[in-house]
Structure formats: structure tokens, C-alpha cells
């Protein structure tokens, strides 16, 4: 039962309720007589807040407002029983009973007892519930009228049946719940008055006081009935959930318990054997590790710490798992353990050389760093180098071949996308779940102290709110640092001195300075034609070959057959795609042996048409024939060298400058910058002054779609510009780059290289380049610089006789500019 009711605990508490019952008999009769025509009577009253009282049922009350103990004692002078009023939660102004519940409850009141604080206890017993008629006074106490309510019901076999589901559910209820005593079921067995039944079960149970109040206010017995079997069968399925909840939780301590038994019994067992227990044996192998294993001074007096701290905790200790884990981390950790380099420069040369072709500036460091190593063995610092360049230029297997020709073991890290500092660091061990950083993993992976480490895509690292990785690796990346390198789940310092980093990028423009400062950068430019197709023939036809089990055929391709890949299915400065259309080719050739087909061992340009189907990538020609305004200009791209036309119109107009192509700024002050210069030297040019007032400049560079911008194509615009306005025709097989001042001196530019090689793919015989570019031509194959003619410069007058037809007569010129 709850809280409310009253039991008799011993012979004075007995004593009280016999005096109760005495006093309801007597208050009985009294109001029996005093009953009026209409069948009510007057009573003193009361407000009981907080709790109900049924008829039948015992309960204490506690009383602190005045009014209501004056009504009690005013009702035991006159020998009446008191009315217990209900606070109603809806009220009208205009009507005071509308503030209490129509349905009262008229009770018996034992004596009343002080209390400290000025408040006073009785032991009451509901008798029936009445109506209330009306309020008769307020001062000094409630006086109500009020009306008995009758039980007037037949016993029906609803009503039967209602009553006999009622004890039922109360049976399961009072079975699952410790704090209903066995006998309250007993007690409702006996009864056999439905609303006596409904309302007792209604005092067992710990309804709130809403509930309790409505059930008081249903006056038929069948609906008490029914809202009491609603409330215990909602009950009931909280109990059943409850009971299923704690068997689970039972079973599992029952469990933990027997487990923790069997260890003991274990435990005791193997000391009356003489033999240790698995848990003494683990933790005496862990101190076995740490006194064979060469640990540093400091890491070693750390590892035995958290030795020391895992013997003091019982076995099923919550933190043992992560110390244990922690000592794991140490002690496989190498932190003495190296392997021996292979100083020996020509097998290093060897080695690289068969793995790649090309990349001389990357090997070059190579050796160089082999070789100083060989004459100065104890040298400390170690080499940070960073490859930069477009995808599939070979900048990760060139780092495995280094590796290769050192005997160094390769561990490869991909930083791409990492944006939490702790992916570096590591967390700290307060963290569940903790774990070392990614080099402190790699390390472990790589078994020595001395690997060669290779970072990946350190161009796309992120940042934050979680922190900011790449300054994480300034101390990884730091000669100065690394030596005493700090992971915050270690807690003791990693020696990373004796590590080869190398990092791989395909830009440097998304390094920060700090991290860009301190690496050696060596640049991957693009592959040309001629590098592609050694590749190919040394590397990757062989490997296709042999992946698709072919390497027995004997199959072959041409030169021609493997230019005609590069430039109509390929468009890219390495030569990752150039594999795979080799390798579609070869699968289509090893389909044709499966099926018994003849297919050819020699490939020719046109087995490539068949088998790859139409050309997928075309490469911009040189014009035609020499034109009036036209000039071609030389781009870099990630993917390579390309040519590049532009093209100027005269009009007429207010002299404006339009620019159209997908120009971005730079290029557009190149431009801005080339009209200036015309208009300085106009006289020069014979050009008429008034000329720049009355047209207008339309400058177009073809391939709207592709983004366009740099300064390299200022003397090509200058050029151009010069050809439009003095009807002189720019010679169409002659390319330029270069950036052009104000003064019209010519400045130097990059990506010679492929720009060179580019002019020369698409078929120019002279190529025009800054003079300070001279320098850069050494990277050019000497076949090339066969076929071409370039021509070094510093101004744009050594520019207009080469790329410009001479100046015509000044008739003519005019008749040029009137037909444009």
C-alpha cells in the first residue's frame, strides 16, 4: 500500500482504531437522525490537499491551516462526522462551489494530536462519499450541505465478472510488487461490495492524486471498476517490465559473481600447486618485456610506473585494460631497433635506374645524400624532401625504390582529408578510447627507427575547429625538433631524427609557409612524348602483359601505335591513364585468345582505332596561313605544354577594351598592360594618335570554357595587338611566351619546358622566350631543340621582327585597316 495508509504496528496503534471504528458507529446513528426532507444534512468542513481518503479506508491526516482544525474540533463537540472537501481545477467566479469537486467524502475523526510547528495529526476513516449541496458558512469555519451517494447497484454478472478481473490483476500486482503486503490481496478477497472493492484497490496503489480524484468522483460501482482494472493493467505491464529488467541485471551480477568465484577457487588451487595465477603470469611477462627489451632511461622508468600501478589493481579493474594497452604501445614500440644502409652509390644508381626513367633531379639528391653518408657515416640530420608535381609522375613508387636501394624498411602515411590535430598527436590517455597518433602507428608498423616514412597528399590537409594538423607536423618535419618528438598519448618523447621524410604534393600553393620551410622541394614536371613511350616499353607494357597473362605472345607496339594513345586517349602529365588504355587494349586482346579468334601481336595505329574506338582528346593546331591580328601563344598545364591562339579585332567604337575567353585577372592586366604600351609607341609603330579614340579592341582567346589566366601570354597579346592595328600578318608556325612591362621589356616565365615541347608537337618551327629563360632549355631533349628554333629576348622591338611580317607601306596599311 502507499505511503498514506496506516497499519496497526502495535497495541496503542490497535487501540486507535478501535476507538475510530466506535466513533464511525456512533456518527452513524447521529446523522441518521439529522438528515432532512431532501435527504441531506449539514456538516462542518474541511479541504484535504495532496491526498484522498475512500470510504472504509484508515489514513492520517496533517493539518496546518486554522479554519480546518477548528471544523474538526467543532465536528467531535457536536458529535457529527467532518466533510472532506477537493479543490476542483476548474472554477467559476459567479459559482463558490464550482471550486471543489462535486463529490466530498464524509469521514470519521479520532482525537487530534499537536505536532511542533503548530500543526496537528488525526487518524481518520472515510464513510461515504457525498454530494456537495451548498456552503452554508465560511468563517470561522466551513459549514456545507451535503447529500449521501448511495451504492445502488445489482449484482449483475458484468459486475461479476468486473470484480473477479479486479482481484486478479491486484493478485499479479501485489506478486511483482515488494511494496504491497500479501495480505492487502487477502484482504480484497473477502470483500464482496463492488465499490468497497474498487476503492480499496484504489488505496493500494500508487496512483497519483488526479487519478485518485477521478476515481472518487465515478460514483457506480462498475465504473470504478473499470478504471481501477485500466490502472492495474497499465501497472501491471510496468511491473512485468521491471521484473524482466531486473532478472537481466541478476543474471548478470550471478554471473560476475561465479566468475569472480572460479577465479578465486583457481587462484587458490594453483598456489596449493605451486603455479601462478594467469593474471600474476601476465603481469610478470610484461616486467620480463621491459627488463629484456633496450628501453630508454626515461621510457623505461615510465613503463615500470604503470607496471607498479597495474599489480596494485584487482584483475577486473576498470583502467587495468588501458594500462595494459598503454605498456603494450611502449614496449613494441622500436625504439632502438635499425637496420643498416646501403651506402653504396652505384647499386643505389642501379636500383633507381631500374625502377624509373627520368627524374634525374630526384635521383640526384638521392645519391648525393648516399654519397655524403658514405664519408660522413655519424651524420645526424636527416634529409626532408618534398616531391612536387602532377598525379602519376611517380612520385610514391619513386619513394619505395629509395627505400630499396638504402635497404631501409617503407611505411607510407596518406595525410589527404586528415583535419584533427590528435591524428598526428594522439589523445590523451583521460579519453576513452585513446590511441597514438598515425606516426606513432606508422612507426610501430615499420619495426625500426631509421624506415623511410613517406607522407602523402600533404597539399590537402585541413583545418578545424579540432585543431590544426600541419602545425602538428612542423615538429615532425624539423631536423631541429624531431628528435624529442611528442605524443600526447606516449607521454615520454620519440626519437624520429634517424627518419628519411619524405612528402609528396600536387601543389604548393595549399602548404602553409612555415611547413613549406622546412622542406627541400624537387619538382615532378610532366612526362614528354618520348618519356611516356620509354616508360611504356620498360615498365608498364611489361606489367600489363603479365596481369593479363600475355607476357608469353610476344605481343608488341610500335612507336606510332603508342603516340597515337598519348595524344588522341590520354590527356595528362603522367602516365597513370597511358597504363590503362594499354592494359584495355591488351584486354581485348586476351578476349580474342579465349575465344580461339586471330588477334595481331603487333600493334599498330590502327588496331588502337579499333580497339579503343574514336579519338577522345584533340590537341589545339597551328594555324593554317599567316593572318592579320592573330598570334599563338604558349600555356602550362598541370597536364603538359599547350598552344594557345589569340585574337584581336578592330572596330569601330569609343576605344574600349573588351576581353571575352574565361580571361582571368592577371591576364586581363597583361592585356591592359599591351594596349598601353602600343598607345606609348605609336609613333614608332606608325600608328594615327586618333586611331585609340575612334575603335574599339576585342580581344578573344579561343576555348571559352577553360579557365585562362597568368602573365605569360603578354608579348603574344602585345603581338596580336600590333598585327591588328598596322595590318601586319603574325607568321603562323611562330609561338611565344613571355610578360611584357610597360616599357615593353620582356620578362622571364615558367614552364619553358613544356611549352617548348608543346610548340613542337603542334608543329612551330621558332619559338620566342624571355632571355632570362635561357637557362631552362637544358631540360629540353636535343631533338627537339633540332626542329626549332628559339629566339632569346628582352624587348618587344626584338619581338615584332620575328613574329610580324615587315611593316607595309603606310598606303596600305590604311587599305588593310579600312577592309577590318
Known sequence: MNDEEWYPSSEDDEDLIGNIHQRTEELYRIASWEVDLNGSFTSPAFILEDMVVFPHMISPVFLSDQAAIRAIDAAQNQNKAAVALFWSDEEDENDPLSRFLPIGMEMAVGRMLSLQGGEH????????????????????????????????????RQLNALMRTSRNLFERCVALNDSLPEEAHLFSINISDPGWLADMIATSLPLTN???????????????????????????????LEDEIHAQVQTEVDRSHREYYLREQMKAIQTELGEEDLWSQEVRSLAERIESIDLPEAVKTQATRELQRLQQMPPMAPEVGIIRTYLDWILDLPWTQTTEDNLDVVHAMTVLEQDHFGLKKA?????????????????????????????????????KSIASALGREFVRLSLGGVRDEAEIRGHRRTYIGAMPGRIIQTMRRAGTKNPLFMLDE?????????????????????????????????EVDYDLSGVIFITTA????????????????????GYIEDEKIEIAKRFLIPRQLDETGLDDEGIQFSDLSLMKIIREYTFEAGVRNFEREISRVLRKLARLKTEKKRYPKRITPQAIRNFLGPQQFF????????????????????????????EVLILE?????????????????????????????????????????????????????????????????????????????????????????????????????????????????KVIIPERNSKDLEDIPKAVLKDITLVPVKHMDEVLPVALHDPLSESRASKKRNAA
Open 121 to 156: 495529526s488525526a487518524l481518520v476513516q472515510g464513510r461515504r462519499r457525498v454530494e456537495v449541496v451548498a456552503i452554508i458558512e465560511t468563517h470561522p469555519y466551513l459549514v456545507v450541505q451535503v447529500r449521501p451517494v448511495l451504492d445502488n447497484f445489482r449484482m449483475t
Open 210 to 240: 488526479q487519478t485518485r480524484q477521478t476515481l472518487l468522483t465515478l460514483v457506480h460501482p462498475a465504473d470504478r471498476l473499470k478504471q481501477v482494472n485500466q490502472i492495474l493493467a497499465e501497472e501491471l505491464d510496468v511491473l512485468e
Open 363 to 399: 635521383k640526384d639528391r638521392i645519391i648525393e645524400y648516399i654519397a655524403i653518408r658514405s664519408l660522413h657515416p655519424k651524420r645526424l640530420h636527416q634529409p626532408i624532401l618534398c616531391f612536387v608535381g602532377p598525379p602519376g609522375t611517380g612520385k610514391t613508387s619513386l619513394g
Open 458 to 490: 600533404i597539399d590537402k590537409l585541413g583545418a578545424d575547429f579540432r585543431g590544426d594538423p600541419s602545425s602538428a607536423l612542423l615538429e615532425v618535419l624539423d631536423p631541429e625538433q624531431n628528435y624529442a618528438f611528442s605524443d600526447h598519448y606516449l
Open 506 to 525: 600536387n601543389t604548393l600553393g595549399t602548404i602553409p609557409p612555415a611547413l613549406l620551410d622546412r622542406m627541400e622541394v624537387i619538382e615532378f614536371s
Open 619 to 646: 590537341e589545339t593546331e597551328a594555324e593554317g596561313e599567316d593572318e592579320v591580328g592573330v598570334a599563338t601563344a604558349l600555356a602550362w598545364t598541370e597536364n603538359g605544354g599547350e598552344i594557345m591562339p589569340v
Open 653 to 765: 567604337g569609343k576605344g574600349n577594351l573588351q576581353i571575352t575567353g574565361q580571361i582571368g585577372d592577371v591576364m586581363q592586366e597583361s592585356a591592359q598592360a599591351a594596349l598601353s604600351y602600343i598607345k606609348s609607341r605609336s609613333d614608332h609603330l606608325k600608328i594615327e594618335h586618333d586611331l585609340f579614340e575612334n575603335v574599339d579592341v576585342h580581344l578573344h582567346v579561343p576555348e571559352g570554357a577553360i579557365p585562362k589566366d597568368g602573365p605569360s601570354a603578354g608579348i603574344t597579346i602585345t603581338a596580336a595587338m600590333i598585327s591588328a592595328f598596322t595590318g601586319r600578318p603574325s607568321y603562323h608556325l611562330v609561338g611565344m611566351t613571355g610578360e611584357i612591362t610597360l616599357r615593353g621589356r620582356i620578362l622571364p616565365v615558367g614552364g619553358i619546358r613544356e611549352k617548348v615541347l608543346a610548340s613542337h608537337r603542334a608543329g612551330l618551327k
